[in-house]
């Protein structure tokens, strides 16, 4: 089974590349379509518009991160969207689900979404215990983890905590994709990010002209998060075998084109 992972697609431009590069992966035979979905609308969240405009234009599954309810609207539509995954290890009472089990071609594929600790503001309960506590009952062969997070070797830890145990641990979170991408010692597949999809020359998702508005020259202008211009899409493919839920492969794909030309 062939599964692809799409790193954060980040506002306007990001939802342009996805409709642009996802046509274009036609030919990898890929059985299922993962995406990160928390920078989708202007950079933060994911409006219930934006939800469909992903699944209409091949996106499988949604994974989200700490962005995942800046567009409150989700309160009210995740329930009823079951293609998406919101972090597993939040504290208190949420909507929605962080790991769920989908239904690709007859073979369960588990996908669960957990946020990491290091640098990261939101509290949230220990994650290695979160995905531990899970897998508790989740049996299933083929689980795709996306640890979102924004410490390189939290990340690594994570993954050499659960290798052997789960498919895949893929980075999300720092938008930037890490050349990283291997099989750990158990049969995990691993990267640190995936990247992001979305203005390539920009800071994270925003213009670099915001960007240095803001940081270099402390001026309060808004984020601008769908910023136009050069993009790029960040993606890692999967090859699993369906019987033991390991990875035979992980490639990373990576192209760039002006769609608003
Ligand atoms: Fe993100
Ligand atoms: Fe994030």
Known sequence: MRILFIGDIFGASGRGMLSYALPKLKDRHIDFVIANGENVSGGRGLSKAHYKELIA????????????????????????ASEIVRPLNLIGYHRGVGSKVFDVNGVPVRVTNVLGTAFMPEAVTVPFLALNDLLGTAKEAIHVVDYHAESSSEKHLFAYAFDGKVTAVLGTHTHVATA????LEKGTAYQTDVGMVGLRDGAIGISKETALDRFVYGRNVSLDGDAFGLCQFCATLLDIDEKTGRARSIERIYMEEDIHG
């Open 180 to 183: 990283d991408s291997r099989i």
């Open 57 to 80: 234009n091949g996106v499988q599954c949604i994974t989200m991160g700490n962005h995942w309810r800046d567009e409150r609207e989700i309160e009210r539509y995740i329930d009823a």
